[in-house]
């Protein structure tokens, strides 16, 4: 089995965690190969140089049969962004804080790899965004697993987002911004401005308003085969659009076309964790808090 592994760089007390994994990897007859600026973190932070089979690069000849993400949940969407449609299968190894997405406690990590090398994991399919292709986000990146915001710049003004569904006129948003949220986002930016969680497996997109001028707007729900387009305006002459945190700026008056993604990102759920456990773990649904 070849493991690819992805880190966080700026996590220097993880290292037992790091040395761990590898050191798994390794007794059970792994190969392994590491994303090379990682690697370099390894070698230069760390000044651990572990033996490898291989580096990753963005276009890596040699693939993973599986890609482990040590760090949060921003590791975990680096990972799937270097993913793609390669259709190789993500494991989240939490070493952050929240940790929706990488879910596997890293003091676990011993358990973590037996359960994997024993193939005691099932896989979940999760939709993605994508926005055309072109206006600097180019095919190979013109995806989200957690969420495409349209966001407004530098200044304290709102921005306007003219908002079309399967070419219906829905609204305008007169807002800070607009979150278009995958199922798996629905626990991300979007619940952060008070969007519903959805279930994994839901075939719907949400769209929730940052900050909206009227109370009266709320988050929607919408059916994942629906088309979005998007009309921005400011009077900052720009606004930003970013997917899953990678940000590029846009003239005012630019269009966007929105439509789910024709791959999914596949993640490993071990035999002990499920999404709900997450919520209640995460979120302490049920906890009595006094």
């Known amino acids: ?131 055309d292709p072109g206006h600097f986000f180019p095919e190979n990146s013109n995806f989200a697993l957690n969420e495409i915001a349209v966001l407004k710049r530098d200044t304290s003004s709102m921005i306007s987002v003219k908002t079309w569904l399967n070419e219906s006129y829905l609204t305008t948003y007169w807002a800070d911004g607009l979150i278009m949220a995958t199922p798996t986002g629905s626990t991300a930016y979007s619940m952060s401005v008070n969007g519903p969680i959805l279930v994994p497996q839901a075939k719907n997109f949400v769209l929730s308003p940052v900050a909206p001028h009227s109370l009266n707007v709320r988050p929607l729900v919408i059916p994942e085969d629906y088309v979005i387009r998007l009309k921005a305006e400011s009077r900052s002459s720009n606004f930003l659009v970013s997917l899953d945190g990678r940000s590029r700026v846009f003239p005012s008056g630019s269009e966007f076309m929105i439509r789910k993604a024709g791959f999914t990102v596949k993640i490993i759920k071990l035999a002990n964790h499920s999404f709900y456990e997450t919520l209640r773990q995460k979120l302490l649904w049920g906890t009595d808090t006094r």
């Open 1 to 131: 089995m070849k493991i690819g592994i992805f880190g966080n760089k700026f996590q220097t007390g993880k290292q037992e965690c790091i040395r761990r994994l590898f050191d798994g990897i390794t007794r059970r007859g792994g190969k392994i190969l590491v994303e090379s600026d990682f690697y370099l973190y390894l070698t230069s932070t760390f000044g651990y140089k572990p033996e490898i089979d291989g580096l990753i690069e963005e276009e890596a000849t040699t693939l993973p049969d599986l890609a482990a993400s040590v760090g949060g949940d921003g590791t975990f969407l680096r990972t799937a962004a270097w993913v793609g449609a390669r259709d190789i299968p993500i494991l989240g190894i939490n070493t952050g804080h929240l940790g929706f997405l990488a879910d596997n406690d890293a003091a676990d990590v011993e358990q973590v790899i037996d359960d994997i090398f024993a193939r005691n994991y099932s896989l979940e399919e999760r939709s993605l965004l994508e926005i």
